[in-house]
């Protein structure tokens, strides 16, 4: 069975396998689902944690994972540092360590968070609010990376470009545009020029893995 992943927009994912729900930073969700079986939430930003948005994903079986800032927020989960893995039935979750190096909107002091998330043998890397890192630069075997193209905040398209490089994964879905800051041309500048295959979905498009 395929692996879908489905962009919610800005910096919003939903992927599922089977009965397998996972969001990743729900923000301005058009329908309270109730479905997710995991949800994870990489930091504090209004645009990347939303109480309201986790509580339209949360099922009777949802389980949070976070960073610890996010979990003190919403008063229940599990924290999660970088590096560190846990494993949820048929799905693994390895904390990467998101920051800006060189900018002060997102501290690597806060330990502030990306997720390589592994279901059926498919690894999905989605970077979180974070420029290049030594971190990201380690990573390894990736399918498919969920990359921020916007700049400001984060990675912009040439660094964008930069980290698929250094990661060759096979596949890379632009995010982090079409809300705030990034634009559609951002995210076209990006699949013309990144050295794998790009897809630029709109939101609520998705992809089968």
């Known amino acids: ?9 800005h ?7 089977g009965g397998t729900v996972i969001y990743i930073d729900p923000w ?22 939303s109480a309201e948005d986790v509580a339209k994903a949360t099922g009777p079986d949802s389980e949070l994972i976070g960073p610890r800032d996010v979990i003190i927020a919403e008063g229940n989960g599990r924290i999660i540092k970088p590096g560190q893995i846990i494993e949820l039935g ?5 904390a990467v360590a998101s920051y800006n190096p060189n900018k002060q909107f997102h ?3 806060n330990n502030w968070l990306g997720f390589v998330v592994e279901i059926e043998g498919t690894r999905i890397y ?3 609010d974070t420029d290049i890192t030594d ?3 380690d990573l390894t075997n990736i399918d498919v990376a969920l990359l921020p193209v916007g700049g400001t905040y984060t990675m912009g398209v040439e660094e964008a470009v930069t980290a698929v490089e250094h990661m060759k994964p096979k596949r890379a879905i632009p995010c982090h545009w079409g809300e705030i800051v990034g634009s559609h041309s951002d995210a076209e500048r990006f699949a ?9 979905l709109h939101p609520g498009e998705e992809l089968s893995v």
């Open 90 to 94: 048929a799905v693994k979750v390895t």
């Open 11 to 17: 910096a919003s994912f939903k992927i599922v396998d």
């Open 126 to 128: 989605y970077a979180g």
């Open 28 to 49: 301005q969700l058009s329908k309270a689902e109730h479905d997710a079986t995991l949800i994870l939430v990489s930091h504090t930003h209004y645009d990347h944690y």
């Open 107 to 109: 501290p690597k002091a």
């Open 192 to 200: 013309d020029a990144a050295e794998c295959e790009v897809e630029v």
């Open 135 to 137: 971190e990201m630069k």
């Open 1 to 9: 069975m395929a692996v879908k992943i489905q962009w919610l927009g």
